[in-house]
């Protein structure tokens, strides 16, 4: 017998109110932000999570166990997730569900994701309870699903900000450098925007479709300077 599939005989038993419970969630994902709301949304829904912030780190992770659920940003510090994707996709025993996400484009993340073979795709901010348990139960087995009918929450998790504040701290850092990695620094600072709802934060990296004129680069930094300022200040 597969050792995953035994290994389920032993686990707690899905239900309505925790319709994840019994499942292990990995998640790789390099924003703080973006994995906090992860982990509540993880908690809320009974699975449990184990967290990488990069590929080399996942891997890690994949060489000891095999998840039920593989949620992989698509921009990380040393690669592309859908390397990874590709990589637990052709793995045997296939992870029950793989999901890519990224706060990019929606339409092309998800074309890619799909072609790198990953069950489905979520675009950031992901918030709500309903929306992050319908994501991972639509792709479940039969026998891992829960029983009955099973209410629904538009509940919203809300990241701790400090998580918000190490993001930005980070993406300074990096502006700070001579030549920003902006291939990187891009696609993490609109996740970041877009799981704050941060318009003017998202406005300006929207604009910076390759490298930072100065002006804008001027502007980014003020622009992150006194959000870490505000978030310390709350």
Do not use: W
């Not at 998840?67 to 992989?72: D, N, T």
């Not at 003017?200 to 300077?225: F, K, M, N, Y």
Request: hydrophobic share 45%; net charge negative.
């Amino acid at each position: 017998m597969d050792d995953f599939v035994a290994d389920l005989d032993f686990r707690p038993k899905p239900t309505a109110a925790h319709p994840l419970l019994g499942l292990t969630v990995l998640v790789v994902e390099d924003s703080r932000f973006a994995s906090e709301a992860l982990r509540l949304l993880c908690l809320r829904s009974g699975a449990r999570i184990r967290r990488a912030d990069c590929l080399t780190s996942a891997r890690r992770h994949l060489a000891v166990y095999r998840p039920s659920v593989a949620i992989i940003d698509l921009g990380l510090p040393d690669g592309s997730g859908l390397d990874l994707i590709a990589e637990i996709h052709a793995g045997q025993p296939r992870v029950p569900v793989i999901l890519g996400t990224s706060g990019a484009d929606p339409d092309a993340s998800e074309t890619a994701v799909m072609a790198a073979g990953a069950n489905g795709f979520l675009p950031k901010p992901m918030e709500t309870l309903a929306f992050f348990q319908a994501a991972i139960l639509r792709h479940l087995p039969e026998d891992l699903q829960p029983k009955g009918p099973r209410p629904t929450s538009d509940d919203r998790v809300e990241p701790d900000t400090l998580a918000f504040r190490e993001d930005l701290t980070h993406a300074m850092k990096l502006l700070e450098l001579d030549s920003p990695p902006m291939a990187y620094l891009r696609p993490f600072l609109l996740g970041v925007a877009r799981t704050a709802h941060d318009a003017g934060l998202e406005d300006i990296i929207a604009r910076a479709s390759g490298p930072l004129a100065h002006g804008d680069r001027v502007s980014l930094r003020a622009l992150l300077s006194d959000r870490i300022r505000h978030v310390a200040a709350v």
